[in-house]
């Protein structure tokens, strides 16, 4: 199937607190270059900011190889055999030989690292890149409008996040991406078109069912730790930003279902007694 990705972008939201003010942007993290330039809203509200919030900084992300390797690997005598299925091992190996990998090479990695492997592969698939993804475009332009950025989250943080869930979570999850392979890539390509026409309300619709069905592929660990959480971690930072009486102008920049999957970013800003309102 064919999608236009030539739309305006959507899903911002602006808190003010006196001289304060913080925008807050669900964007996803792969892109197509005709998303840009996005709508005027979003555009100007950038224009408008000092400091921009991401979940990480993906232009220069701190990454120590060592530590996610070490979090990758099962406990001495676990192996991927000895949880997923004969089914699911021969549906990755297959994958795997073609990328002329080898199963071999992987089995002492735990699910949640091996899915992220398939998630790369995915990608390549799609019409969408992290090359233009949404977050890398502001960043990249942050870096040369000289805006400060700051992390809502580390690389570390979201391994941790990843590693943490139980090895019953993790199966669920694997078994799932690898019985849905095939689909993957059009899934993806679904969700760059219902975001950047977000603006029309079936399109809004669309990526919430997207998103919401991607929260909903394991447990509810999973939603738990993966949106919720999170959500409200960032929400703290946001809170004590807005309260500082900075007087100046905040673009957080946080994945969609931060902002429309409840605990919310902008849910929370809102219990927590925030006038929070939609712009875009």
């Known amino acids: 199937m064919t999608y236009d990705y030539d739309g305006n972008g959507g899903l911002l939201w602006k808190v003010v607190n006196g001289a304060t003010t913080m925008y807050v942007q669900g964007i996803i993290h792969v892109g197509h270059k005709n998303f840009y330039p996005l709508a005027h809203a979003i555009e100007e509200a950038y224009d408008h900011a000092n400091v921009i919030l991401p979940e990480i900084n993906v232009v220069k992300p701190e990454v120590n190889a060592e530590e996610i390797n070490e979090l990758a690997l099962f406990r001495e005598g676990m192996t991927l055999d000895k949880v997923l299925s004969p089914h699911s091992l021969k549906k990755l190996s297959d994958i795997l030989e073609a990328k002329e990998l080898s199963l071999e090479t992987f089995r002492k990695y ?59 979570t993790q199966v669920k999850m694997l078994e799932h991406t690898l019985q849905t392979y095939n689909q993957q890539a059009d899934w993806i390509n679904q969700l760059g078109h219902s975001w950047v026409h977000s603006n029309c309300s079936s399109s809004e619709k669309e990526l919430i069912n997207i998103v919401t069905n991607d929260l909903k592929r394991a447990d509810e660990d999973y939603q738990k730790e993966m949106n919720d959480t999170r959500n409200i971690k960032m929400v703290q930072k946001l809170d004590e930003i807005l309260q500082s009486e900075s007087k100046q102008t905040y673009f957080v920049v946080v994945g969609s279902g931060h902002t429309l999957i409840d605990p919310s970013l902008p849910s929370e800003l809102r219990d927590r007694g925030y006038n929070v309102e939609r712009v875009y």
């Open 110 to 168: 735990q699910p949640w690292y091996i899915e992220s492997i398939l998630g790369a592969f995915i990608r390549e698939k799609s019409d969408l890149t992290p090359e233009y993804g949404v977050d890398l475009y502001f960043l990249k332009r942050a870096l040369e409008d000289g805006k400060e950025i700051i992390e809502l989250e580390t690389v570390e943080d979201q391994y941790n996040v990843f590693s943490s869930y139980k090895l019953d």
